[in-house]
């Protein structure tokens, strides 16, 4: 949570989150316990929750109803983290050894349902039912997404449409979904709600393409995972769609592919050929685009605390460096 | 749904369940669609459902209400099913091949978070808050229940009282919640609701006890999957936790278990073991005893046609041979 440092309020709104994770989570079987812990202590930004908070600040802030709502989406995206490992066969994240790594996939598979039910217990108990049914949505727009990710590994035509679609379902609209949790609790005027949503979308699509960015960076610590990872497991994101579009590496990308095992020397190669290629800069600047426009939709919204918060969080998703 | 046909009420109440269980797991995913259009195809005796509509009727039967509850809990038997044959390794339910095993332990992750997500949805949007909460921690408890069942994989010292405890968490919990659900609907008098939750736990250990102990009939058709499938895959039910009581068998069955692999001559060797030794016998008298609580929850029961439909079940789940 060192994002939120600079921030008390919000990071003392966090910590309380915490405590609710923590006893949302308890359980008398031990080794889901440990499982669970494992994840806690892992840690994360927390910006979903942090979205719930300050987006119920633009109307009546009702913690008491808002506190469950918080630590439900944290916990719903925890769930989805934990299935994916499963999919990516996945052995570190932040830093820490996944559930399926450490207990195998099997464990890790009741794990995340446990995880899922839990956040739909915190999240039913405080919302209306509209909300609950946009929430359902969303979800099943997450589980569509992932299928649709897993059906289009190692093609290389994937396109950028094809990709932005892939990364709206898969993080932008719990993004938003998080930002209107808070805006209804809150009864907020139509127009905040709008921009506080859109805010969201805007934030996370900036989030996720500089996330998938990362996976180029030399840095495994910056990581908390090896890197290239995703190119390994057949997930294609901006650098290589942009390469493959050049003859002169699509060739190079084929061979690699078709050898059907990834050598370091190779995933080094691609390191290099996206450096070289200008891939990186053509991804920063869509990340840019979103990330204007969700300063845009925050310059929309009253100039309250929390928007300064909001502001503080674009500013620090921006520099995050890759 | 043979089992219903005599039952020409139910049956038809059970026809549009189908309906709107087919409507809640529509999606634009064709991959997903073809998955669940097969579990939709290769049936069920859709008990859950049937619980939930009969215990509906000894108040006010709201079948309005009703309908989405009782798709709800099918679709998270469903979602149970497909995550547990991912655990299982399992290549065939119901006749039909498993999601894991036509497209992969990945898709079947998705999948199942896919129906459980619809289940929480219809779930949620048609009950009480308190009903959610009672439900909510069935799940947890079912979650906490199958990794307690995998953590105890293998294990002869497996007690009588572990695996009650187990199959209570297992199936019998949803049983109950499914009466408790269709009584609450109804408003019915407190008895009622008391005795319908009972005779739901009662039937629900008694098919479960019977249901294990197919596993060892020699008929794979009636089973629908590979016999002994759950001593290989370590879970003893007990017909095993009765022979290895027995030091003449437990000595047998620890030296195949350490062998590592389970030959098919191995375990037809079990089988006849569990045939001679009286296992059959215990297991058979057991699932007596608890069919005989359920009876007797019925008999407390008013007399109307669904209490006839309930009785009806538990005939059929007792003359399940095995």
Redesign the interface.
């Known amino acids: 949570m060192s994002i939120w440092k600079k921030d008390s309020h919000i990071y003392t709104e966090l910590l309380e989150v915490e405590k609710h994770i923590g006893k949302a989570l308890k ?3 031990s ?2 316990t440990k499982g669970v812990e494992g994840l806690l202590e892992a840690g994360g930004k927390r910006v979903r929750p942090a979205l719930v908070l300050l987006s119920g600040q633009f109307g009546e802030y009702d913690r008491k109803k808002l506190m469950p709502l918080a630590a439900g989406v944290e916990i719903l995206h925890m ?1 989805t983290l934990v ?1 994916d490992d ?2 990516d066969d996945a052995d570190i994240r932040r830093g820490a050894p996944t559930i399926q790594a450490k207990w195998g ?3 890790a ?6 995880l ?3 956040a ?2 915190l999240i ?2 405080n919302v209306e ?1 509209e909300s ?2 946009k929430l ?1 949505n969303v ?2 727009a997450i ?2 997404g ?3 990710q ?2 289009a590994r190692f093609d290389l035509d994937t396109s950028v449409g094809d990709y932005l679609k892939r990364i709206a379902r898969k993080t932008a609209l719990l993004f938003t979904a998080s930002c209107r949790l808070g805006a209804e609790q809150s009864h907020c005027t139509p127009r905040n709600a709008f921009n506080l949503r859109h805010y969201g979308q805007n934030l996370g699509m900036a989030f996720q393409i500089k996330d998938d960015l990362l996976d180029f960076s030399d840095d495994q610590e910056v990581l908390g995972k090896p890197s290239l990872a995703d190119f390994a497991n057949g997930i294609f994101t901006l650098p290589i769609i942009y390469l493959a579009r050049k003859e002169k590496y699509r060739s190079k990308l084929v061979d690699i592919i078709n050898s059907g095992e990834f050598l370091p020397e190779e995933l080094l190669n691609i390191k290099n050929w996206v450096h070289e290629s200008g891939a990186i800069e053509y991804t920063k600047a869509l990340a840019k685009r979103y990330m204007d426009r969700a300063l845009n939709n925050l310059s929309a919204l009253p100039p309250i605390p929390a928007r300064d918060s909001m502001e503080h969080l674009a500013m620090e998703l921006r520099e995050r460096d890759y």
Chains 1, 2 share one sequence.
């Open positions: 359980s008398r079987q080794t889901l769930a299935h499963i999919i996939k099997d464990m598979v009741f794990t995340g349902d446990f899922l039910t839990r739909f217990s039913t108990q039912l609950m049914h359902s979800l099943k589980c569509e992932e299928i649709d897993y059906e």
